[in-house]
């Protein structure tokens, strides 16, 4: 008998195979996504029920640790996505620039990649795109199953400079739309305080 967790990690996978278009591999799904799609269709932002912020310690590919809950004063981006997701694809030009633009004030973009491949294919994919912000691998489910449920990929959940989860955005992230609101944060926490 499959226990819950089995369960659970299984219809989150069928549900994010289905928001992306399936399990495809990246290079021979690119071409073909951009001769029927008009253009990227951003992401709805939901404002939810303030949460604190999970109790975690996320480990970079590079080996080093975020502790989620000692980030007071940042604004986080925790982004789930996969490197076969082409919404996923489509946004990480847009999280780049977020980071390297808002980066120093105080945001910190977090990928979480849920490719079950992990390291294998997640590695070169990051070094490909020359992705700037930390990359975290959660092919075990750990990071989902925290901040579930994540109904699609891309998922982005937005932490507060006090550590609380207050919005959340399934599909492409509203860049033009959510910088000023991100920017309003980092000016309201004084994040950028002391920084040149």
Known sequence: ??????????????????????????????????????????????????????????????????????????????????????????????????????????????????DRQGREVVAPFAKKLEINYPIVIDNEGSAEAAFGPIPGLPTTIIVTPDGQMTKRVVGIFPTDEMKPTLQKMLDESGAAAGTT
Not at 47 to 57: A, I, Q, R, S
């Open 1 to 114: 008998m499959r226990s819950p967790w089995i369960l659970f990690c299984s219809l989150s996978l069928a549900l994010a195979l289905v928001a992306c278009g399936g399990g495809e591999d990246p290079e021979q799904s690119s071409s073909s996504s951009s001769a029927t799609t008009s253009g990227p269709i951003p992401g709805k932002v939901r404002d939810v029920k303030p949460e604190p912020v999970p109790d975690l310690t996320l480990e970079t590919m590079e080996g080093e640790s975020i502790d989620l809950q000692a980030q007071e004063g940042r604004v986080l981006l925790v982004n789930f996505w996969a490197t076969w997701c082409a919404p996923c694809r489509e946004e990480i030009p847009d999280l780049k620039a977020l980071h390297s633009d808002l980066g120093e004030e105080g945001l910190t973009v977090i990928g979480v990649a849920l």
